[in-house]
């Protein structure tokens, strides 16, 4: 610890406190005993310290409940202050704090060291940063009269006094000299960054319960591979698909008379409207992605929360399989008969798979789009 006299941090301000213009009648403080090496405003910190109670909304209503914000001493480490020993500026930093007594220790680049209470810290930083008295014109400050808090806004400096001018938002005023102007920065300080704290918290549990991407559990992809392979085993043979995939199948309908009695060209322009509706709309999902909400169910081991997804992985549902599927079908059902109207149908007996991919598609897609409506009816 150095024996170095601690510089008088009175000859700094540019007023002694009890010269300060006030316009705001403020809670008595007790009267305590404290050495003279002690200045006037180290001792109005201490208490003003025990007494501030800061919410981050600032209520003014006495029966508001207040939570009470420490000051965070880990938050000043590493900062640069400047202080004067023997007509000297000697530089340093901040290294380490002592919760326990409230003091910051401070090594000198001289290679001393002391520590410094909150007040000393305070205008240490203030003379490293070098500011001006300008500089804080335009700053908001808060301030507390007994249990109470108040915000405010510097908004002149008198050169003359050396006192800035604070307009509260209620209509109050006041004038602070340099000591309490830097306490009442601070102290709006720490409410800012008590807010941003808890909206970094809230911001970290909501990402929390926002569902991420993972891989599908082992056993939904073995029963998946099972079901499939059974389906794949008893598929038609290509014959008994072929006496279905006709193009008499894909040129005419049910309705032999009538308006339903549409010809090859009407179907082929319907089929294929409704092919291209499907697939906007699916690029368009593709594109602006999809969102989810998971309720999580009494007793259930699946997590709760938000589905966020984009891209290709839009595709992965049932629903959207199903939907593909449809607009798949109704393409190649439009291609059919359009084919047929230029006179192409050679096209058509040289590739057997677009009659029967129009079939297994219909044949799969059919069901699923029937049972997906049934269940948003339901």
């Known amino acids: 610890m150095s024996r170095r006299p601690r510089g008088d941090i009175n000859r700094y301000q540019g007023a002694e406190i009890s010269s300060r213009k006030s316009f705001r009648d403020r809670t008595k403080l007790p009267t305590l005993s404290v050495p003279t090496s002690f ?3 180290t001792l109005r910190i201490a208490i003003d310290i025990t007494v501030l109670q800061i919410t981050t909304n600032m209520p003014k209503s006495k029966s508001s409940k207040k939570n009470k914000v420490e000051i965070d001493g880990s938050y000043y480490i590493n900062l640069k202050i400047s202080k004067e020993f023997d007509n000297e500026i000697y530089q340093g930093t901040i290294d380490s704090y002592d919760h326990s ?46 249990s109470e808090v108040y915000n405010g806004t510097v908004d002149t400096y ?27 920065l601070d102290s709006y300080d720490i409410v800012k960054r008590a807010d941003q704290k808890k909206k970094d918290e809230k911001k970290e549990t909501d990402d929390q319960s926002t569902v991420k991407s993972a891989p599908p559990p082992l056993h939904t992809v073995i029963v998946f591979t099972i079901v499939m392979s059974i389906c794949f085993y008893m598929l038609p043979s290509l014959q008994s698909i072929d006496e279905y995939a006709t193009i008499e199948t894909f040129t005419s309908t049910i309705f032999k008379k009538g308006p339903f009695a549409l010809p090859p060209i009407a179907l082929a322009i319907i089929r294929l409207s409704f092919a291209f509706t499907c697939l906007y709309t699916t690029m368009a999902k593709i594109k602006t992605g999809s969102q989810f909400k998971i309720v999580k169910l009494p007793g259930s081991k699946l997590k709760g929360g938000m589905i966020y997804i984009r891209g290709w992985r839009t595709q992965g549902f049932y629903t959207s399989w199903g939907w593909n599927l449809l607009g798949i079908s109704f393409f190649l059902g439009g291609i059919i008969p359009l ?38 009816i339901k």
């Open 101 to 146: 007594r409230s003091l910051w220790h401070v090594t000198y680049t001289d290679g001393d060291e002391e520590e410094l209470n909150y007040a000393e810290i305070l205008l240490g930083i203030h003379l490293a940063k070098g500011n001006n008295a300008t500089h804080y014109v335009g700053k908001q400050v808060l301030r507390s009269f007994g």
């Open 158 to 184: 008198d050169e003359k006094d050396r006192l800035w001018h604070v307009a509260f938002d209620d209509g109050d005023e006041e004038e602070l000299d340099l000591e309490e102007l830097l306490f009442a």
């Open 39 to 41: 200045t006037k405003f």
């Open 339 to 376: 084919l047929v109207v230029i006179g192409r149908e050679d096209v058509l007996h040289a590739n057997p798979w677009i009659l029967r991919g129009a079939l297994i598609c219909f044949e799969i897609a059919a069901p699923s789009a029937l049972l997906t409506s049934l269940l948003y």
